[in-house]
């Protein structure tokens, strides 16, 4: 069974970084691509970032591009996301879920493109 699991989420301070990870088992890193969404209090879920199967193309919403970065390590089974610079606005749980073969970046991603997804960790930024 194809299972992800996102951690390393917390509370911090306006400004502050945590670093997620997204450990996937059940299938293998490196043949599809991979994605980072997240959803806040009373909202419906956000596509943030998402990955090439081999790591060379990094794609970011425009709320993420310039304070995340996301990152793969295919030999770990391990996606990643840098976040930096937190906001308030950035307080949701956090995602990672792997995208259907087929689906391509236009931009950004429907909610169709979504194949597993994994149980989330809870960012929380608040001074």
């Known amino acids: 069974d194809v299972q992800l699991q996102a951690s390393g989420g917390g509370v911090v301070q306006p400004g502050g970084s945590l670093r997620l990870s997204c450990a996937g088992s059940?299938?293998?890193?490196?043949?599809?691509?991979l994605s980072w969404l997240r959803q806040a209090p009373g909202k419906g879920p956000e596509w943030i970032s998402a990955i090439d199967g081999q790591g060379d193309k990094t794609y970011y919403s425009d709320a993420a591009k310039g304070r995340f970065t996301i990152s793969s390590d295919n030999a770990k089974n391990t996606l990643y996301l840098q976040v930096d610079s937190l906001k308030p606005e950035d307080t949701a749980v956090y995602y990672c879920a792997t995208i259907l073969s087929g689906a391509h970046y236009g931009g950004g991603y429907s909610p169709a493109a979504f194949g597993y997804w994994g149980l989330g960790t809870q960012v929380t930024v608040s001074s």
């Open positions: 059940g299938f293998t890193f490196g043949l599809g691509d």
